[in-house]
């Protein structure tokens, strides 16, 4: 974690190559979750100036999702930018000279760490899902200075996604007065002009969050499969020929654990969309020790990566492991693709 009032020393770092967000998320099995960047309604402006001399900030990389792919999706972006296909840890250099302006030293929310620029044109850059930044607020900085070190935080994690950094460009404004909707292509402003484009074959996660109060007595040492929304029994459903890749982590509140209570994921694969249960895969198990102060409510994580081939279907069983337990919140927080 990046101190806000001091210097970040380099992660380590890895040779640049192309990196799937997608696998590098799904290794880590630890994404947590929060709210998407709000989106202003001020229309796109009609034309732009920029110097045609930034750098990108980690060199010639590959890119994984152009502005345009992100304006694309649906819904749209709330920030369309650039996304640069690097290993966690590549040094970001600034595109320009300029002051930065803003910082954010926490994973929570779409954007994860950032470190924003205000270039001396009266442009304004940011730079999203760092690692750790190197540079204060109101700190002058030259052209092609380090000023960050990419990562892959958002929604709560150091992996909401996978390894890049996502570049967005304002021309004269910040996105608070523009919106954040309204940023330019900042491949249009380059040096060398923009790189070939490649398929939008990693798109960002649809990102799930619920919040369950409920108030559930547990047996002791008997798997109950408990509900992780209002009136949803199942984390996921899928059909005939559909495929579900996530990454999912349930946060567990209970009162009265003297020993412990553990989590599991379990799965059932179906003869068809509505059929009988053919078969039933218990996934592993994450035990969570009780706190060690008398009568204090427990509070624990399991975390796992998972693919199911529908049709099939996915619930969540807890076993306390003494008597006198009820459990009392349960949130969910799931990244994950359909194919």
Known sequence: MCDTDGDASPPGRAPHRRMSRRTVLLATGAALGAAAIGADLFSPPQSATAAGTYLRPCGDVPISSTWQGHRNRKPPSGEPGTDYAVAIGTPIRAATAGVIVDRKDTTDSATGRYIALRADDGNYIRYLHLASSTVRNGTRVSRGQVIAYSGASGFGSETGYGSHVHVSLWIGGTPNQLGFTNTVNFENFVEGGPLPTYPEDDPVPTHQSTDLATSVALPANTWTTIAVAAGQLYLAIVGVGVVET???????????????????????????????????HPQPVTEIRATAAAGSPTQGQHAQSYQLAGPMRLFVQVMALNSGVTLTGVSVRKNYWIS
């Open 246 to 280: 996530a990454d999912v982590s349930l946060n567990l509140k209970a009162n009265g654990l003297t020993t412990g209570l553990q989590v599991r994921l379990v799965a059932e694969k179906l003869a068809s969309n509505s059929g009988p249960v053919v078969s039933t």
